[in-house]
């Protein structure tokens, strides 16, 4: 079983910085894709950036040249960097294990960003 746990979102003015965390409770960057969601009040959960099977990252347009995912093996610890922050990207972000040796996936509880105009 794996658990995820989020950290570090908040309220940010427009064009402001959060850094969220997302902490695994063991090593599953070798086994598992991750991903970082995000669903805003009436919308669906939409996928924000992601690390693929071979290790590459991949963005949503909404966001590519403002995010970026990163993350620390030793610490099973992946980042969300967000900068340029904008209103429309409020939401709750969840973080998202994918195995990639079965159909298991897993998702942390959600971290709220908030930015204000």
């Known amino acids: 079983q794996v658990q995820l746990v989020e950290s570090g979102g908040g309220l940010v003015q427009a064009g402001g910085s959060l850094r969220l965390s997302c902490s695994a409770s063991?090593?599953?960057?070798?086994?598992?894709?991750i991903d970082w969601y995000r669903q805003a009040p009436g919308k669906q959960r939409e996928v924000v950036a992601s690390f693929t099977r071979a290790g590459s990252t991949m963005y949503a347009d909404s966001v590519k040249g403002r995010f970026t995912i990163s993350r620390d093996n030793a610490k099973n610890t992946v980042y969300l960097q967000m900068d340029s922050l904008k209103p429309e990207d409020t939401a709750v972000y969840y973080c998202?294990?994918?195995?990639?040796?079965?159909?298991?996936?897993?998702w942390g509880q959600g971290t709220q960003v908030t930015v204000s105009s």
């Open positions: 063991g090593r599953i960057f070798s086994t598992h894709t």
């Open positions: 998202h294990a994918r195995s990639l040796l079965s159909t298991e996936q897993y």
